[in-house]
């Protein structure tokens, strides 16, 4: 009988296998059960009846006798059987019919929750209008509702049109095997019994190039392939092609003309999609709302999460219940068993198709804590000294497969692309994600993850385990811990704030140990069982401040990486000449280190980071470092001389800011593969010579500050073709202007230039174009200091985006009309340049133009002002503008210049002592420009949202007639005592209304066309601290 109850028990597992198989496939795919499937499950449960039943007979019978007569042969027999059930049950033609036609019925599918699934929808639907785009791509996560977003694209296309085929692809799927279901599909035929693939393509083809308004769909693509060998072409007036896929490099190999991401429902939608699914019959209790609402959190917007999760709990009202699945959650989604069984079986495909590398890859980030921010060089740095990428690679290349890496589980949609708080680029896992990552790390290979957890009592440090992960973790370990973990290889314990001592023996029993993280802690020693860790290749103890002692590390032999960064050490570990495979030492803002010992025997070194320290000379024996790539020495504020670098020839990276050296380490010009050069903030001294520059023809990036003797340098600088950011002073603008022609000036994402004594400061911008008559620029970020012309310079590019103008005395105007003639540049009068009319400028920041008188200066031709119509595209997408300290403008828009300023949000006008009106009350000679609304009574921003008005003592109204601006959500005025009118009419969006904490007396005393109209505003009112000050410190 234990036999028979073993097979029954493995019978109903398969079955329930096939069951859950067949709810996924029909949820994704909407496939359907073959009948020999569902007969096979009939028989199955027959099957558990009948053994149910020889239980009851054989307990009731209760003898030998009787088991060994009839009762004996049925279970025989029913052994039989089952292994019969068994081999049955392994469907080798597979579980599901090929329902992959549409045949003009359009499908069932649950209801599009979502602004942004609204918005795609429509988005997807007016590129199938345009004849420029064949082929769309949807992409995303698995269970996020990529097939419920192209399903209601099918339904709504059928509305129009016959010809919507849909086809499910899924994984595995061949040409051929993808040919033979758009037949079935289009044609209605079968192309098996053709062989030529070449013929069954142009069969296809042809059936699709006749067929009017034709859109074919393919769900659930999941290999790239050549649309031509199955029958699609880009043709003209062809078929369009819709396809859904979890990998965002699939739409991209596959040339489709736009790509929609689908993501995770925003937390107020999840909420609704979690109601909607739970059924509006059900009135939860406020207690249960509450819980239900924990619950819907978990899923962590994930539709198929949601909509599982919700199914399960639809009916229930007993708080009890709730409270329990919530605790099954928040302990482990794995403990509920709906999510277990349907939501991370689906996340697992795309996990079961990477290669071991990028498994690995992705299991790592499971070491950090829920929601984490993970920046992606500190991750890499991992993979490195984990040995995931190999170590014969040079840093460089090490970091750039690191990256390829990241990217690949990006592509197949399992991490999300992010930056952190510092801006820098950074991966983080879906929540779900990451509970299907943990899941598997509970089997192999075998993790304890407590990362972000609060304190951790009783800790399971089993033998088999593989990597440790404690990050901000509330823990301390107790006196005598010694963990017996042979095969562990990853200890993190980094910002534990409360841990301040390991114990002496901790590492005794952990001799596989790779990687140790201690980063971020108050330990002040480090325990001497750390010298058994001879296979320890990462030592990262960077920012433990109290840290003053590290125990000699000349055992650890194979140290690839240690960081002893922003330690308070006074001296470097003993033994450092014996880590002859040391590739990367970071000794960052140890303020306390003032002497570094020889390091010429640490042949491997790549990456020494000797910054902020206080070392007066560098190590000796450098110039055998040959396989340096990376050598930093920013603020080493006592270190006055550098020796001779010409033999480091493999240095890309080099860093002597802030140090007090007053000439360059000779061989600069030997550095042929130097691609980083800062050489900033130094003393009034230092001087770099000619003739090093053009030498460093592979250099990317360029920050450079020269003092003493100035020298034109644009002909060095033009050898530079390589170059991406570059600070530097050049000798004059005609310097500056024959670098500007240079060919190098193309590529430039960011800009710092200092011409003569003045500063012209260019930010980041993406390069579009390059146009020769004119030597304009495409960029999206400009700001300009000190110039001396009177209306703004003459280098400034078509496309500007954001631009920043300060401390430029001669300014008087931003814009010359009509555009000839414009710019005037001194020590450069003779040339010429057209006007630029700021058709993409978004951001315009005045700050300190002491003789700005008006946007806008009219010009004369015979001594008569010209009058013409101001284009239609100037300032046409302005939104922000921001005035300071500019004390002769008198007024900051002419009424006909509104209507050209139709996506401004937000005006902040500060400390500008002249100002009278924001709006005149005429337009000063703008003339035929305003011939469509030659009378403007109404202040028309129709987008603006935030007016700041802030220390403007002249300043005696803001438009003399209506103001109107409905999108208005908050106003500020400080310090504006002459203003006694405030006219607009009440907008709807206004959410407060922001004035100092003096300013009582003076919101007392305004004047209002009607008596009531303060009454309606009053509750909008904040008298907040005073923000002047506040204004000021923000430029």
Known sequence: MQTLRTKGERLKCRAEDIIIESEDAKFRSRKKRKREVENWLENVEKKTRELQNLEQDVEQSGTISGLLTGLGRRAENMIKEMDELVEQGKFSGGHFLDVHESKGEPFLTTKLMGEAFQNNLQKILELLKKDDVFSIGIYGMAGVGKTTLATHIHNLL??????????????????RKLQDMIAKTVLKQDLTNEHDKRKRAAELSRALRKRDKCVLILDDVWDSFPLEDVGICRKENGCKLILTTRFSNVCGRMACDKNIEVVSLPEEEAWDLFKDTLGHGLALSPNIEKVALSVAKRCAGLPLGIVTMAGSMRGVNDIHEWRNVLEELESRITGQRDMQNKVFPLLKLSYDRLDAELQRCFLYCTLYPEDEKIERNELITFFIVEGIIDRKKTMQAKFDKGHSLLNKLEHACLLESCKNSRGERSVKMHDLTREMALEITKVSPRFMVAAGHE?????????????????????????????????????????????????????VHMPALRVLDLSDTKICELPNSILNLENLTGLFLKDCILLKYVPPLGNLMVLQVLNLSRTSIE????????????TSFFLEYCYELKYVPPLGNLTALQVLNLSGTSIEEVPQGMERLTSLTGLFLENCAQLKYVPPLGNLTALQ????????????????????????????????????PTGILHRLSRLQVLRLDQYGKQEKRSGELKELTLLEEIKFQMYDICDFKQFVKSQCFMQLSLCDIAIGGLLMGVGRWPVSHYTKEDQFVSMSNISLEGHGGKVVAALLPRDIQECEIRCCDEIEYIVRFPFSNEIEVEEDSGEESQCVPFQSLEILRLCFLKNLRAFIKWGRQGGERVIMPVPADTFSNLKVLRIQSCNKIKNLFQPGLLQYLPNLEHICAVSCSGMEEIIAEDDEGMGACNSNNNNPTTFSLPKLKKLELICLPLLKCIYKEVMACDSIETITIVECRQLKRVQFSLPHALQRIELDTEGVEWWESLEWDHPNDRNVLQPFVEFTFKRYEKHLKST
């Open 158 to 175: 059928l509305e129009e049109s016959k010809n919507i085929f849909w086809v499910t692809v899924s994984d595995g799927c061949s040409i």
């Open 653 to 688: 990276v080099l860093n002597l800011s802030g140090t007090s050296i007053e000439e360059v380490p000779q061989g600069m010009e030997m550095l042929v593969n130097l691609n980083h050069l800062y050489i900033e903030n130094m003393r009034d001294k230092f001087t770099f």
């Open 455 to 507: 304190k951790q009592d009783g800790l399971g440090w089993m033998e088999d385990l593989e990597k440790v992960s404690l990050m901000r973790c509330i823990i301390n370990f107790p006196e005598g811990m010694s963990p017996r973990c042979p095969k562990l290889s990853t200890l993190l314990c980094s910002h534990n704030h409360d841990l301040m001592e390991i114990p002496h023996s901790f590492f």
């Open 571 to 582: 001296e470097v570990p003993q033994g450092m000449q014996r880590l002859t495979g040391l």
